[in-house]
Nanobody, 125 residues
Framework: QMQLAESGGELVQPGASLRLSCVDS????????MAWFRQAPGKEREFVAAISYDTNTYYTDSVKGRFTISRDNAKSTLYLQMSSLKPEDTAVYYC???????????????????WGQGTQVTVSS
């Protein structure tokens, strides 16, 4: 049974904006740090952004100022608002959740217990 379900990925032109969503079926969503990772063809999965259970946010340098991570605990939903998209943002985007109330090392995939199946974002003219 899937616990994380991403949506919102599509083909867009450079400079466009896009919002990804990730719905969490776990009733403990509000207690968990969450994150977005991405994986481009032929590359390793990389950290994009994270938000702690107490709403501290973290970003990889390449997306700072362009992407915003947020959460709606009432809807058990994680978001990634992406703007000024570039071809190098093309990847499959995954959301991930970690153990309740855990913190630290937010950029490391091993810190996350469960993952969605991904949504494809393609930035191309």
């Amino acid at each position: 049974q899937m616990q994380l379900a991403e949506s919102g990925g599509e083909l867009v032109q450079p400079g466009a904006s896009l919002r990804l969503s990730c719905v969490d079926s776990k009733f403990t969503f509000s207690h968990r740090g969450m994150a977005w990772f991405r994986q481009a063809p032929g590359k390793e999965r990389e950290f994009v952004a994270a938000i702690s259970y107490d709403t501290n946010t973290y970003y990889t340098d390449s997306v700072k100022g362009r992407f915003t991570i947020s959460r709606d605990n009432a809807k058990s939903t994680l978001y990634l608002q992406m703007s000024s998209l570039k071809p190098e943002d093309t990847a499959v985007y995954y959301c991930a959740g970690r153990t309740p109330y855990s913190s630290g090392r937010h950029e490391e995939p091993v810190m996350y217990d469960y993952w969605g199946q991904g949504t494809q974002v393609t930035v191309s003219s």
